[in-house]
């Protein structure tokens, strides 16, 4: 298996623009997590699907965030209009029922708001 | 307000330097502390989870252990290949089953 698979892996776009991170968790896998990782603030959960359906989203930032996952080998993260502090790796992660130990995490997108 | 704390923030060792990195953490109810090693430029890789107070777990050069306030990341006679940071989380219970709180991890680099 290929892994999870994020893309962009680099994205840097100016305040105000909107952005767009891809996903495509491991097949089989049900569970997605979409994580945030910044010096300051260390990693993060933003959002957890299970089976495509958000099931705990209180850490998404505010309205500016949000996040789908249309079908159960697609999720996207979308930024509209980003800010300077969102800048960040974002990961996702997909596991196999929620569970933490079956958790395999993306090699990221690193994104820089000027 | 449920929190981590790792220390050292960084540590530097000689190979064959055995050491400990801590993993305080404070939280309403455990359900499980989870360690996990992350190298420059990629996502976390999961080590281990451990559940009550006493357990603990090995693998190859590391070992994890569990105390009601802390866990600790026994670390013996490291290799260079084992500098990467290390991050601890907890889950809580009644939160979700995703939601973990992480620790802002401790960066290991061993010298040969």
């Known amino acids: 298996d290929a892994g999870v698979i994020q893309s962009p892996r680099h994205e840097v776009t100016e305040m105000g623009q909107e952005v767009t991170l891809r996903c495509k968790p491991i097949s089989g896998h049900n569970s997605l997590f979409w994580y945030r990782q910044t010096m300051m603030r260390g990693l993060e959960l933003l959002i957890y699907f299970n089976n495509n359906v958000p099931i705990d989203d209180s850490g998404m930032p505010e309205d500016r965030f949000s996040a789908k996952m249309p079908n159960a080998s697609f999720s996207t993260l979308k930024i509209q209009p980003s800010e300077p502090r969102d800048s960040a790796v974002y990961f996702c992660?997909?596991?196999?029922?929620?569970?933490?130990?079956?958790?395999?995490f993306g090699p990221g997108t690193r994104l820089t708001v000027l | 307000e449920d929190q981590v704390t790792q220390s050292p923030e960084a540590l530097r060792l000689q190979e064959g330097e055995s050491s400990s990195l801590n993993c305080s953490y404070t939280v309403s109810g455990l359900r499980g502390l989870f360690w996990y090693r992350q190298d420059p430029g990629k996502g976390p890789e999961f080590l281990f989870t451990?559940?009550?107070a006493g357990e603990e777990k090995e693998k190859e050069r590391l070992k994890a252990t569990l105390t009601k306030k802390e866990s600790f990341l026994h670390i013996t006679a490291p290799k260079p290949e084992d500098s990467a940071t290390y991050l601890c989380?907890?889950?809580?219970?009644?939160?979700?089953?995703?939601?973990?709180?992480f620790g802002k991890g401790t960066k290991l680099s061993v010298k040969p």
């Open positions: 451990l559940y009550s």
């Open positions: 992660a997909s596991s196999f029922g929620g569970y933490v130990d079956t958790q395999y």
């Open positions: 989380a907890v889950q809580a219970v009644g939160g979700s089953q995703g939601n973990l709180i």
